[in-house]
């Protein structure tokens, strides 16, 4: 099984739905994170976790957000979807050094495809 | 803010034939520098990073790279590929204060040809 394992992997919507995209890991990891890729624009963070009483809007947030449920759960929302939000969407994960650093390797899920008509 | 600028969106090659994926980036502060691969329908991950000490990096399936500081480059390289190195490449930087995130460049589609 993956490590970190995202849900759905595919979803096709209609403007104006709200839609969730799930993510959930097994490898312990405090920090999560959501990107979103774009072809020839890389990946832009939406939003980002440290731990479970902390959310942080990254790069893209506006049309998004997101709830920690717990340690090794990190969900998307889009409240009201637009067809401009079509993209693969990425969780990830990082940990911290035992010296407490952050070197930003990241661990991701397989990505959801998201088709806003 | 820094920035990550992946020269080529694709780069074809044949099979056995050198490759180098090119990527400079801007940063007001010293970085961390990675490299992450994207097999077709999978997620990312690691193919090789630098944080400090020797500016030659060497990561898995025979790649590496070179951080150059005067350059504010780090380029990535492979002497021979093989089919199974089709897939798009992202350069990333972090700078090395804490808190701050990793930034991905546009990414480099590498195709490479029997």
């Known amino acids: 099984d993956a490590d970190v394992t995202q849900t759905p992997r595919n979803r096709i919507t209609k403007t104006g739905k709200r839609i969730m995209l799930e993510c959930s890991q097994t490898?312990?990891?405090?920090?999560m994170y959501w990107y979103r890729q774009d072809p020839g624009l890389g990946l832009r963070l939406i939003y980002y976790?440290?731990?479970?009483?902390?959310?942080n809007k990254g790069e893209i947030s506006d049309g998004y957000s997101v709830s920690r449920q717990a340690q090794a759960k990190f969900s998307l929302s889009l409240e009201s979807a637009i067809p401009n939000q079509t993209a693969l969407y990425f969780c990830a994960t990082s940990d911290l050094l035992r010296t407490g650093a952050d070197t930003g390797e990241l661990f991701f899920g397989e990505g959801s495809r998201l088709t806003v008509l | 803010a820094q920035s990550v600028t992946q020269l080529d969106s694709q780069v074809p090659v044949f099979e056995e034939a050198p490759v180098e994926l090119r990527c400079n980036y801007s940063s007001s502060v010293s970085v961390y520098l990675f490299w992450y691969v994207q097999y077709p329908n999978q997620g990312l991950q690691l193919l090789l990073k630098?944080?400090?000490?020797?500016?030659l990096v060497k990561g898995i399936n025979g790649f590496e790279a070179e951080f150059n500081k005067s350059q504010t480059s780090f380029h990535l390289r492979k002497p021979s590929v093989h089919i199974s190195d089709t897939a798009e490449y992202f350069c990333a930087v972090r700078p090395n204060n804490a808190g701050n995130m990793l930034t991905f460049g546009g990414g480099t589609r590498l195709m490479v040809k029997p």
């Open positions: 490898k312990g990891h405090d920090r």
């Open positions: 630098y944080l400090s000490g020797s500016t």
């Open positions: 976790s440290f731990d479970v009483k902390d959310i």
